[in-house]
Structures are given as structure tokens and as C-alpha cells.
């Protein structure tokens, strides 16, 4: 089984769309993650959430809106999106030290 | 949280053992030292994690310098799949804190 698990894995659309990415973990967590990783492989975290509750915001431009439905879940909705959203998307969860990452999310803005 | 410092690049025999540097000479009394590594097209993955004392797993050892302010992680026999970027991280990591990765080291493995 996989622990965290991300829906879709690629996704193509274009400037101005709406898009949402799915994360789901299976390991009983009460932390979850969103991560962004550009094209220089930088990863950075975005957000922080600590059961179903937003703990960090890492200027994350507004357009980005994390929504955690239950402990388990952390979608990431973007709106508008812009050219510059083009990256690698991770979704992550973690508990007692230890982080266990999703395969990422391959987003391309045209 | 503090700052790790590792070189951007090593280059290791395929089944030789590889010694990856970090240095964090700012790290403090609760920091923990994490490892993490990405492999190509996949999301990090855990490696190994210690506080004071050498630990190892069944990936890898980790070597942790008597003042804390640096520490090597050991792959014993490097093989082609151990190629990735590894990632030395400190934390604090009370439960909600998130991991602050920095360029990492990039880990060529040759037949």
C-alpha cells in the first residue's frame, strides 16, 4: 500500500485555469505538508497542516488554498494559475521525526 | 533552523563505500540530524536520523562528530540505485515542524 499517495501525478493546463491536487496518506499522521520543488530542484515548503488545522503559510501567494476534508487528506486547489506555478508538487506527512513523502505532482502551465 | 553545509556534488564506485559530509556548526543542544535523499523522479524519502550518538540502519550508518557540528552519512556498498540528492537536515522537529531542505549532495554511482 502506498502511504501517501497523489492524484494526479501529471497535470497540463493552461494560464488562468483552476486546478486541484489530491493527497491522501494512509499512516494515521496528524501532520501533513504541501512542498513546492522548481525547476532548480529547490524544495520549499508551502504549507503546514497539524490535524485538519493550517500551522505554517510560507507566503504562498493566496491563489494557492490548501483544504484538509480529515486528518488523512490535504488537497491543494490553485487558482489562476500562472505560467511561474509550473514545478513539482510533493505532498507529505510525519510523525515522531520521520516524513514520508507522495511521488509528487508534475504541474504545467501553458 | 540551522544551517547544513555540503558539497554539491560525489562521485562513488559501484559496491564501494560512499562517506557523504555535512557540516552544521551552528546546530543546536536539540536539533536532531536527518537524512533524506531523492532519487529521480520520486518524492524524498527517509534515510536515517540521530541526535548525539552513530546510529544505523539498514540503509545506511550515520557518523555524528563528538561537538554535534558535523556528521557523515555511510553507504557501505554504494550500488547504481543509491544514486540520488541527499539531503542533510537539522531539526528541532517538535511534530509540526516542517523539514527545511537545503541543495543537497548530488550522488553519481559508476559502474
Known amino acids: 500500500d502506498t502511504a501517501v499517495s497523489q492524484t494526479p501525478k501529471y497535470l497540463v493546463t493552461q494560464m488562468g485555469n483552476d486546478k486541484s491536487i489530491k493527497c491522501e496518506q494512509n499512516l494515521g499522521h496528524d501532520t501533513m505538508y504541501w512542498y513546492k520543488q522548481d525547476s532548480k530542484k529547490f524544495l520549499k515548503i508551502m504549507f503546514s497542516?497539524?490535524?485538519?488545522?493550517?500551522?505554517i503559510n510560507e507566503t504562498v501567494p493566496n491563489r494557492f488554498s490548501p483544504k484538509s476534508p480529515d486528518k488523512a487528506h490535504l488537497n491543494l486547489h490553485i487558482n489562476s494559475l500562472e505560467l511561474g506555478d509550473s514545478a513539482v508538487y510533493f505532498c507529505?506527512?510525519?510523525?515522531?521525526?520521520?516524513?514520508?513523502f507522495g511521488q509528487g505532482t508534475r504541474l504545467t502551465v501553458v | 533552523d540551522a544551517k547544513t553545509t555540503q558539497p554539491n556534488s560525489m562521485e562513488s564506485n559501484e559496491e564501494e563505500p560512499v562517506h557523504l559530509p555535512c557540516n552544521h556548526s551552528?546546530?543546536?543542544?536539540?536539533?536532531?540530524i536527518h537524512w533524506y535523499r531523492q532519487l529521480p523522479s520520486q518524492g524524498p524519502e527517509y534515510v536515517i536520523h540521530g541526535l548525539t550518538s552513530n546510529v544505523n540502519n539498514r540503509m545506511a550508518s550515520l557518523a555524528i562528530a563528538e561537538d554535534r557540528k558535523s556528521s557523515t552519512l555511510i553507504l557501505h556498498r554504494a550500488t547504481l540505485r543509491d544514486a540520488a540528492v541527499y539531503y542533510c537536515i537539522l531539526s528541532s522537529y517538535s511534530g509540526n515542524t516542517p523539514l527545511v531542505f537545503g541543495k543537497g549532495t548530488r550522488l553519481s554511482v559508476i559502474a
Open positions: 507529505a506527512s510525519s510523525q515522531e521525526r520521520r516524513a514520508f
Open positions: 497542516y497539524n490535524n485538519k488545522e493550517l500551522i
Open positions: 551552528t546546530i543546536s543542544g536539540t536539533d536532531y
